[in-house]
């Protein structure tokens, strides 16, 4: 699906089609959570807990890179 990048008074914004919003399950308001995939930027519709489990994720790959480096040998 092709979207256009539009002026949102000083921003820039993504309108999002009608449908593509019923089958995200989202309205107006609703917050979005992007995550980036080898395969480009995935969007979902925001889930608090997925949010806090990818910042602790985020965090110990930060900590423990030489750790899970070995991990992975």
Known sequence: MKLK????????GVIL???????LRLKKGDELHAVETPDG??????D???????EVA???MR?????LHKLAQ
Request: proline residues 6%; aromatic residues 2%; hydrophobic residues 40%.
């Open 63 to 67: 900590e423990d890179r030489q750790v």
């Open 5 to 12: 990048i539009t002026t949102v008074g000083n921003s820039a």
């Open 17 to 23: 089609p009608r449908d593509l919003l019923a089958r």
């Open 58 to 60: 985020e965090q110990v």
């Open 41 to 46: 930027i995935k969007l979902t519709a925001y």
């Open 48 to 54: 608090p807990e997925l949010a806090r489990q990818m």
